[in-house]
């Protein structure tokens, strides 16, 4: 009962603040996140959202450029072949509340690309219904075999930090870290979701110390591949799982 009372409290103060592990044999998926992909799952013959399979650089994958334009772009190596992949965001030039794409790219060894994974989750809108950006910077990156997608917020969106990583022929969703600020407390999360950890750190900012109090709640471990992987609705997914149980 008292997990359930710091996690609602928690949430209610405003949800949102790169570890590698084995696969963990189940597979669980949540309901928010499944929602989210079946709205913006686009069908297989729109032509927007069919891409080359492959190409000699990044703009190659860019069907319909007067529409579309490539936002962000990292480089490394993702799948440990100590080769240079690609990873895109693409965003329509006009409507601001259409989703995002990320497209991975990698490289073959006469130094062309293939498209290996496509997602419309990974990545938020850049902006909601009402016309406000929910993110203020954005940033993607490839470090020692990890794709970060990180989200900086000062607004109620806060911080949104998601990890990456090749297993085999997946790429799997590994970590998510959030950070908030609410009236009178501040909130950090980071959810393990190979192992099912999430370790929250809750600031009381209406003391003049300050107190800090930590707490672990063990979940299900998951295994969500980068194509299916909403990372916003994992993370306040997690909520409800844990009060479930």
Same mark, same amino acid.
């Given at each position: 009962?008292? #997990?359930?009372?710091?996690?609602?409290?928690?949430?209610?103060?405003?949800?949102?603040?790169?570890?590698?592990?084995?696969?963990?044999? +189940?597979? $669980?998926?949540?309901?928010?996140? *499944?929602?989210? /992909?079946?709205?913006?799952?686009?069908?297989? /013959?729109?032509?927007?959202?069919?891409?080359?399979?492959?190409?000699?650089?990044?703009?190659?994958?860019? $069907?319909?450029?007067?529409?579309?334009? =490539?936002?962000?772009?990292?480089?490394?190596?993702?799948?440990?072949?100590?080769?240079?992949?690609?990873?895109?965001?693409?965003?329509?030039?006009?409507?601001?509340?259409?989703?995002?794409?990320?497209?991975?790219?990698?490289?073959?060894?006469?130094? $062309?690309?293939?498209?290996?994974?496509?997602?419309?989750?990974?990545?938020?809108? +850049?902006?909601?219904?009402?016309?406000?950006?929910?993110?203020?910077?954005?940033?993607?990156?490839?470090?020692?075999? =990890?794709?970060?997608?990180?989200?900086?917020?000062?607004?109620?969106?806060?911080?949104?930090?998601?990890?990456?990583?090749?297993?085999?022929?997946?790429?799997?969703?590994?970590?998510?870290?959030?950070?908030?600020?609410?009236?009178?407390?501040?909130?950090?999360?980071?959810?393990?979701?190979?192992?099912? *950890?999430?370790?929250?750190?809750?600031?009381?900012?209406?003391?003049?110390?300050?107190?800090? $109090?930590?707490?672990?709640?063990?979940? #299900?471990?998951?295994?969500? #591949?980068?194509?299916?992987?909403?990372?916003?609705?994992?993370?306040?997914?997690?909520?409800?799982?844990?009060?479930?149980?």
């Amino acid at each position: 009962m008292k #997990k359930l009372i710091t996690l609602l409290s928690a949430f209610l103060i405003i949800v949102s603040c790169n570890k590698k592990e084995e696969i963990p044999k +189940e597979k $669980t998926t949540t309901s928010k996140k *499944e929602e989210l /992909e079946n709205e913006y799952e686009e069908p297989d /013959e729109d032509p927007a959202y069919v891409f080359p399979k492959t190409g000699k650089k990044a703009e190659d994958f860019i $069907t319909e450029p007067d529409i579309f334009e =490539i936002q962000y772009q990292a480089e490394g190596d993702l799948n440990d072949d100590k080769l240079e992949d690609i990873v895109i965001v693409r965003k329509d030039k006009k409507y601001k509340t259409a989703p995002r794409s990320i497209l991975v790219l990698l490289q073959n060894p006469d130094k $062309t690309y293939r498209l290996d994974k496509v997602s419309h989750l990974a990545m938020p809108a +850049e902006y909601n219904d009402s016309d406000f950006k929910l993110y203020d910077t954005e940033d993607i990156s490839i470090d020692k075999g =990890i794709l970060s997608i990180q989200l900086y917020g000062i607004g109620p969106s806060g911080n949104l930090f998601s990890d990456f990583k090749y297993f085999g022929n997946d790429l799997l969703l590994t970590d998510i870290e959030t950070y908030n600020m609410g009236a009178g407390s501040h909130q950090s999360l980071d959810y393990d979701v190979l192992k099912g *950890e999430l370790l929250q750190e809750l600031t009381n900012t209406m003391e003049e110390e300050m107190p800090t $109090t930590e707490k672990t709640f063990h979940l #299900k471990p998951q295994k969500i #591949k980068f194509e299916n992987a909403s990372p916003d609705a994992v993370i306040a997914e997690a909520y409800v799982i844990d009060a479930e149980t």
